[in-house]
């Protein structure tokens, strides 16, 4: 167990839809990231919270969003599902050296 | 831009043997951090080695080694006596260590290894 939790594990939806993923930092991380990783893509950087506040944005679509809350649990919100937005989806946090990741979110858009 | 790069799509080692995961890496910042993952095909992302720029010595961890050419703008990673258990993509990413409040991983394509018995 990294430490960081992300649920679901894996999300099957259909196109047009519109999914949460949810990310549980490592006790004590104030940075959540979140990265897809894509066949074509391969991984990608989308966003960056810090202490709850947007700190950067990276290849993130118009149709995604995020926030990260008190609790400093993040939400990556994907909207408008398209079938080339299926993908694993990581969530990580650090501190220091350490980069840790969570297992992943397979999203599958039908 | 940060950039990395690994030219080996695949390689192939028998078990016991030790084999080099080739990645080079392109930055004009004088701080950063170059590491190592493993993904196994169940999809989790397993953090292997971590190196820093200013660090006078290599890396190890267990059967892991991370050679630093920082001259040559190398990190090529080193698995010892392989085991089967090795088999995996293995991606390595470097990090801008300058700006410590936004330290996104850039990361390369990735080398799948397999182990055979």
């Known amino acids: 167990d990294s430490g960081v939790t992300q649920t679901p594990k894996h999300l099957i939806t259909a196109t047009g839809q519109r999914v949460t993923l949810r990310c549980s930092p490592r006790?004590?991380?104030?940075?959540v990231y979140w990265y897809q990783q894509s066949l074509d893509q391969g991984l990608q950087f989308l966003i960056q919270?810090?202490?709850?506040?947007?700190?950067a944005k990276g290849n993130i679509l118009e149709r995604f969003s995020a926030q990260q809350f008190p609790d400093l649990h993040s939400e990556l919100n994907l909207s408008s599902l398209e079938l080339g937005d299926s993908a694993l989806y990581f969530c990580?946090?650090?501190?220091?050296?350490?980069?840790?990741f969570g297992s992943g979110t397979r999203l599958t858009v039908v | 831009a940060q950039k990395i790069t690994q030219t080996q799509p695949g390689m192939f080692v028998q078990e016991k043997e030790a084999v080099t995961l080739d990645c080079t890496y392109d930055?004009?910042?004088?701080?950063?951090?170059l590491f190592w993952y493993k993904q196994p095909s169940s999809g989790e992302m397993i953090f292997l080695i971590y190196?820093?720029?200013?660090?006078?010595q290599n890396a190890t961890e267990g059967r892991y080694s991370l050679n630093f050419q920082k001259a040559r703008k190398s990190a090529n990673l080193v698995i010892s006596a392989s085991q089967l258990g090795d088999s995996a993509m293995y991606f390595c990413?470097?990090?801008?260590?300058?700006?410590?409040?936004?330290?996104?991983?850039?990361f390369g394509t990735g080398t799948r290894l397999l182990v055979s018995p």
């Open positions: 190196q820093g720029s200013y660090d006078q």
């Open positions: 006790s004590g991380d104030l940075s």
């Open positions: 990413a470097m990090r801008d260590d300058l700006n410590t409040g936004f330290q996104k991983l850039v």
């Open positions: 990580a946090s650090s501190v220091g050296s350490a980069y840790t």
């Open positions: 930055t004009s910042d004088p701080s950063y951090g």
């Open positions: 919270y810090y202490n709850g506040e947007e700190r």
